[in-house]
């Protein structure tokens, strides 16, 4: 057994710089610190071992007011406004919020429900990890109430709140189509074994049969994330494809790596080759030029997330435990 002495609120308030005040005020669900701030203290906690110390304390009482948030990836542009959106929303229910990470990390990911699950928080909603397979039926056998946000695996599998990305698919292939016609559309994936990725999938393939266009495997580039490996591709694409051509980018991030490679290869954007992503994250309005993208309902996800889970704790019916939000078509200049 480990002699190292267990980590203490002061340890973590020396490690960050800090007050012990406000870190006491973090973990307590206080409303006048920063969003930011929460996610750093909680990163923290998480790397120095302190958060079974904490959860358990919070959690020795007869019925729990914390709800566990376990989250894909929280650096991503679009978690913050549906970050706020649960804390808003369950907060005014009495409930506090405590965040975890598993950056697409599935073990890590199972982990924490496994620690959760022993330690009975009232709830928890997950954002499924890439690759995610124990986490689900460990939260079933457990008895905690829980609901799918954004992701799913399988529509069977309890409670799913997610954008209905099939039609995010479906509707910025459609607009590439009609503002190009005749142009080659291209699809660059996100990463393989999530489900945004294969839904908007087959939201352009549905697209393209309806417009009589064959699916070409050669335009579809799958498993890309973020900016550096799109801009990748965009240097492949460009050595492949004679312009001009449409993309379709599976997010905006994707988007913005693409954006970046075509302007180092030289290409206009519209003129040369149009582009769209999904999400519409703050950024995509003030690029040059600013990206056309298919909108999520981030906060409304959030909402209805909280909301679903604020009536399974409390014992109340769900009406509609499968939702899938839809999106919204934004146009700007790149398209």
């Known amino acids: 057994m480990s002699n190292t002495p267990r980590p ?6 020396r490690r960050m710089n800090m007050s012990v005040t406000t870190i006491s005020k973090v973990i307590n669900g206080h409303a006048d610190i920063s969003e930011r701030t929460k996610q750093e203290v909680f990163r ?11 959860m358990a304390s919070n959690l020795r009482r007869t019925k729990s007011n914390m709800v566990a948030l376990v989250l894909s990836d929280i650096s991503t542009p679009y978690f913050s406004n549906v970050i706020r959106s649960y804390e808003m929303t369950l907060s005014e229910a009495g ?9 697409e990390n599935a073990e890590k ?3 924490f429900i496994r620690q959760l699950s022993s330690l009975q928080v009232a709830g928890i909603i997950l954002d499924l990890a890439k690759g995610s397979k124990n986490s689900i039926p460990t939260l079933q056998a ?19 709140v997610a954008a209905d990305n099939k039609m995010a698919g479906y509707l910025a292939t459609k607009h590439l189509l009609e503002r190009k016609p005749g142009r080659p559309v291209l699809c660059i994936n996100g990463p393989d074994d999530i489900s945004p990725t294969w839904d908007r999938y087959n939201g352009y393939c549905r697209a393209l049969h309806e417009a009589g266009v064959e699916l070409q495997p050669d ?12 801009f990748l591709a965009c240097k492949e694409i460009t050595r492949l494809m004679e312009p001009p051509f449409s993309i379709f980018c599976n997010t905006d991030l994707i988007a913005m790596g693409i954006l970046s490679g075509l302007r180092a290869s030289g290409l206009r954007v519209p003129e040369d080759v149009g582009v769209i992503g999904v999400d519409d994250i703050e950024m995509a309005a ?3 030029p600013s990206l056309s993208t298919i909108a999520l309902p981030k906060e409304l996800i959030g909402e209805q997330s909280a909301k679903i889970l604020i009536n399974l704790m409390e014992g109340l019916e769900v009406e509609n435990p499968i939702c899938f939000l839809p999106p919204a078509l934004i146009q700007r200049e790149t398209t």
Request: glycine letters at 8%; hydrophobic letters at 30%; aromatic letters at 20%.
């Open 44 to 54: 923290t906690i998480e790397e120095m071992g302190y958060v079974q110390n904490f």
């Open 8 to 13: 203490t609120m002061k340890d973590i308030a």
């Open 286 to 288: 003030y690029l040059t």
């Open 95 to 103: 409930y506090q919020i405590l965040i975890f990470g598993s950056y």
């Open 142 to 160: 457990s008895g905690i109430p829980y609901v799918l946000s954004n992701r799913y695996i399988n529509h069977d599998e309890g409670p799913i």
């Open 109 to 111: 990911e199972y982990n």
């Open 219 to 230: 335009y579809v580039f799958s498993d890309y994330y973020g900016l550096e490996d799109s």
